[in-house]
């Protein structure tokens, strides 16, 4: 059963295409509309979301924007886009940030169904059941044989003192078209947690497994950055990025969330199809083939922190102020929790006073905080038991309260001085945190 979200800032479309996928053969659990890119964005923090259909022009936010969002919180979510122009930059856009479908209204009413059906089809493709997965694989993925000197190859470029970086590279290029011309590099590891460890599978079961994995990143970094993929050892996928001065320059969406959305997609889906788990390591973004051994380097330590934080399980080598403490290597409980609280702390205050900005992010948060997206909303969550977006309606509604019951302003002069796009939005949140609308709760202070 899946759920389905639809942006458009047309109600009666929203309201056509949910009675479609309404009375389709299609397994939906929940059909949620939006009229605004915003509003879409409250319900993908709020309720989980397996397919995105979005408009390209809502307004302040376009569907372009909304997918970028809607990836950094949750990169597993397929999108079809639909627009009312052919618009070539548009559907370049909408397919390089991995959208299923561009389609061109009016909408044919089959083809848009086929299209859900196909983009929901692709996210059913690996088996759930291990053993089926494990005797089915070639149904599943692509069965390349890993090329042993490729391979030796890029691991050595990985221990390389830096001088026969770009010797490497070269060899690369010439033998296998392997192409990592840079000149800046990011490199991302993963550490398979193979259930062979304990006996559970067999040798054959765990290569199998293995190789499922490599698959997997090999596809899904096809399409969202492109790179080289090998083994490191035998339990650890690396992953070397890179981008042109140009390419650096070119994308609106920041390199560094674009790297954790990736690392957030390759755990979920090798957890999702292969039920294993990983942790993921992800350096900083160095400049020069000849650093690629430090950025190897980052990124295995930052998959270290793993043991201080086993609930959380992509890491980003930057989060981490290591000249800060006495040891670099192992920093003390109390310096980390400190740097924590601070951090927690900081977030909190910044939030209290901008909470209703419109277009408020977690990424204009974590900026602020000199930390990435991914760690700040793992720590908030970890210190405060919500997580942030759940802090910013709450002090939006709390807000939105006092001024119902203290003032004269009317709806939609509380939904635009609470952060709200739209009046009907506002109240849909309203209504859902305290039970009742914002009149309901206006007419019962009166009465009493």
Known sequence: MYKILIADDEPLICEGLSALLSSSDI???TITTANSGYEALDYLRMQETDLLVTDIGMGSMNGIELMHQAKLIKPWVQTIIISAHETFQYAQSAIRLGAKDYLIKPLNPEQFLDSVRNALLKMSKASTAENELLAGFEQHFRMESPLPERDRLLQALLL??????????????EGY???LQGPYYAVLQIRLKLRQENGE????????LRYAALNIVNELLEKELGGAVFYSNEHTISVIVHWTEAALQDESIQKLDRLEMVGRSFHHH??????LSSVIGISQILKGASFIPVAARQAQKAIQWNKRHPDHYVFYYGDFNWSSYENANEPTQEELTAQNNLIVEKSKAFVEEHF????????EVALRNHVSPNYLSYLFKKETGHNMWEYVIRLRMEESKRLLTQTDLRRYEISERVGYESPEHFSKIFKKYFGMSPSELKQSQARS
């Open 270 to 275: 090798i957890g999702q199809f292969l039920r």
């Open 177 to 179: 078209a392997a192409a």
């Open 356 to 363: 209703a900005q419109k277009g408020l992010t977690l990424h």
């Open 201 to 208: 599978l067999s040798q054959r079961d765990g290569e199998l």
């Open 160 to 173: 390389e003192d830096g001088e026969r970086s770009a010797g490497l590279i070269r060899e690369l290029e």
């Open 27 to 29: 397994a939906l659990d």
